[in-house]
């Protein structure tokens, strides 16, 4: 069974970027789907990008409010998967999670449903204001 855990989280102002970064114990996570959600007070949960491992290794689905300022990576070797966030807005305000989605290699179809994903860190606060 696999376990993550997100850091990398803080207070950054609007314009700046930071990188996430999940990290995966108990087992390796380059064969499974990666989602990054996030969750802001008061409003759902809600896909940021989703990265495949498998056949599809790397292949990124990602969401419309983040498109062209996020990019997720992998590097395997430290069992990470990383969310790196440029140009950050107040509306990026929020908590980040990681989620393993353990039955699948390449991101599903339904990969933008939290209940795609059985295992989630704990979250990492991402406050931008200025």
């Known amino acids: 069974q696999v376990q993550v855990v997100e850091s990398g989280g803080g207070l950054v102002q609007p314009g700046d970027s930071a990188r996430l970064s999940c990290v995966g114990s108990?087992?390796?996570?380059?064969?499974?789907?990666i989602g990054w959600f996030r969750q802001a007070p008061g409003k759902e949960r809600e896909v940021v990008v989703c990265?495949?491992?498998?056949?599809?290794?790397?292949?990124?689905y990602y969401a419309d409010a983040v498109k062209g300022r996020f990019t997720a990576s992998r590097d395997n070797d430290k069992n990470t998967v990383y969310l790196q966030m440029n140009i950050l807005k107040p509306e990026d305000t929020a908590i980040y999670y990681c989620?393993?989605?353990?039955?699948?290699?390449?991101?599903?179809?339904?990969?933008?449903?939290?209940?795609?994903?059985?295992?989630w860190g704990q979250g990492t606060q991402v406050t931008v204001s200025s």
């Open positions: 989620a393993v989605d353990s039955l699948s290699v390449d991101c599903a179809d339904t990969y933008y449903n939290t209940w795609q994903y059985d295992s």
């Open positions: 108990g087992s390796s996570l380059k064969g499974y789907a």
């Open positions: 990265i495949s491992g498998g056949s599809g290794y790397g292949k990124t």
